[in-house]
């Protein structure tokens, strides 16, 4: 091989390599895994317990919730809206299956299906009222939120004299519904974990390998532009509002099912995490950028910080000031990532 020939292959490998680089440093969720690492690494180095078995438990179980909720949320941020009724749905959910179940009498399987339906309602009302009235979807769902705090607290005090309602362990068929939601198939870690990660793969091959994922990047983008080339951009944005309050259903199912019992508090001021779990995770406030694993490890991020201060025996306090500074830097990574993935495809 002469010296030239020798040199342009090296020249490739060497551009091979940059070009893996830049591929990695383009997508949305590298920021967020640098971030995992970094955050991983202290917090084992500050508590010893960090990564036991039981240290991790305690950091996915949160995680898994959260993540759930951060995924479905980062995917209609991409989509270029909001939902602030997020957190308040997956309560109300939960209060509504338990109403139904061990205050009324309601089968479970019933009565889980009649509270999805509502989850169903309530999203094709947040997406209807954001396309009729053309109200930023942040006004439109933080309306939508009080109306269902309302309403929920309430009826539940209403009904139960109370804003919490039990019972639901002494429910006939609870044990079936108990095992697919919130048992410990392995050891301390709860079945939400493997609910997590499916709904994490699920909404990234929708996301990378669907139309539908190409119209959520194309309405959340440029939605008059995305409508001049036949997206459907209503029935897009429609299907994301569902997206966010089945999920929540979830949540709640999830919640209820682990506690035996369900408040009117829960989820409540939670949709503001939700959003910086995807922040974090790389999905821009502006819409059309971003992805559903970085969603997850944001959600991640946010579990391991919260049980890293714990472990480490500070003030639980100082996790506004951590979770502040990570939404900062977050923030900054992402619009350099943004930058960095444009220059790329240029």
Known sequence: MTEESAAT?????????????KRALSRPEFGSLVGAI????????????????RGLANVLD???????????????????????????????????????????????????????????LIGLFNGFMVLKTRLPSFIVTLGTLFMILGANVGLTRLITDTVIVSGVGNVPGFDFPFKIFAANPVGQFRITVVWWIVMTALATWVLLRTSFGNWIFGVGGDAQAARSVGVPVAFTKLMLFVY?????????????FRLASASV?????????FIIAAVI???LLTGGYGSAIGAAIGALIFGMVRQGIVLSGWDSDWFFLFLGVMLLIAALINQIVRKKAEEARS
Do not use: H, K
């Open 9 to 21: 292959v090296a020249g490739d490998e060497r551009e091979a390599r940059r070009s893996v680089f």
């Open 38 to 53: 970094a955050v991983l690494t202290f917090f084992s180095w500050r508590a010893d317990t960090f990564l036991t078995a």
């Open 62 to 120: 949160p995680s898994a919730t959260l993540g759930i909720m951060a995924v479905a949320v980062g995917l209609l941020m991409i989509g270029g809206e909001f939902d602030l009724s997020a957190g308040v749905m997956v309560g109300a959910t939960a209060t509504m299956f338990a109403l139904l179940t061990a205050d009324a009498g309601l089968n479970i399987w019933l009565a889980m299906a009649i509270s999805l339906a509502f989850a169903v």
């Open 244 to 256: 966010v309050s089945v999920s929540a259903w979830l949540v709640g199912m999830m919640n209820t």
């Open 265 to 273: 508090s829960t989820g409540i001021g939670q949709e503001f995490e």
């Open 281 to 283: 995770g790389g999905c």
